[in-house]
């Protein structure tokens, strides 16, 4: 009964925080992408519902029997009749990517600190107004991290664009006439947040 405890809360901020708020949102553009990019979408997110499921089968047997007997079955995979005879998840090493982790870690970052100056905004603007936002830094490595997740980033966010540069490329920022500058923790990211306006 203790290990239940202290698992749930743990299965329950896998669902939450990662799966609904993160992973869901980010993937929405590439259902409307080309076909490749979809059917990637798609198989990751069958991956991460049927794995999250017997997840968390133990804790709401009834809703996730349901669920899973409702879930479409893999091309790949023999289904099993019921949820209460799969294998409960186990780590799978090929799957583990500390580097992405770190990786992930500094996008979602972004994301947070970029969400705080939208709602710093929003309380002097308009509600649901859009934003331009720009990363802007000197460390190329960093970026290089930073901008290959510009997508995700602006969907995670809820911005109209998002744009990451070194620095010493910002002279467009001088049409902008207002912005906020904040640092993050990591390293010599800076963000800049400028209302969208016709002159920019």
Request: glycine share 2%; aromatic share 12%; with cysteine.
């Amino acid at each position: 009964m203790r290990l239940h405890y202290r698992m749930l809360p743990t299965v329950y901020a896998w669902w939450q925080y990662q799966f609904c708020d993160v992973f869901i949102e980010a993937i929405k553009p590439y259902f409307s992408a080309d076909t490749q990019r979809r059917i990637h979408a798609q198989d990751a997110l069958w991956v991460c519902l049927e794995t999250g499921l017997r997840l968390l089968h133990p804790f709401m047997p009834y809703i996730t029997e349901e669920l899973w007997q409702r879930l479409p079955s893999s091309q790949d995979s023999e289904r099993k009749a019921s949820i209460m005879i799969c294998d409960y998840p186990s780590s799978i090493e090929m799957w583990t990517n500390e580097k992405v982790e770190t990786e992930m870690d500094m996008v979602l970052a972004t994301v947070k600190t970029l969400r705080a100056l939208r709602a710093a905004e929003s309380l002097k603007r308009q509600r649901n107004e859009k934003f331009h936002a720009f990363a802007l830094s000197g460390n190329a490595l960093t970026l290089g991290i930073v901008k290959p997740h510009e997508l995700e980033i602006r969907t995670l966010a809820n911005l109209s664009s998002f744009e990451v540069m070194l620095r010493g490329e910002d002279k467009a920022f001088v049409v902008c006439w207002e912005e906020i500058e904040i640092w993050i923790s990591y390293n010599v990211l800076y963000f800049i947040l400028c209302k969208l306006c016709p002159s920019f």
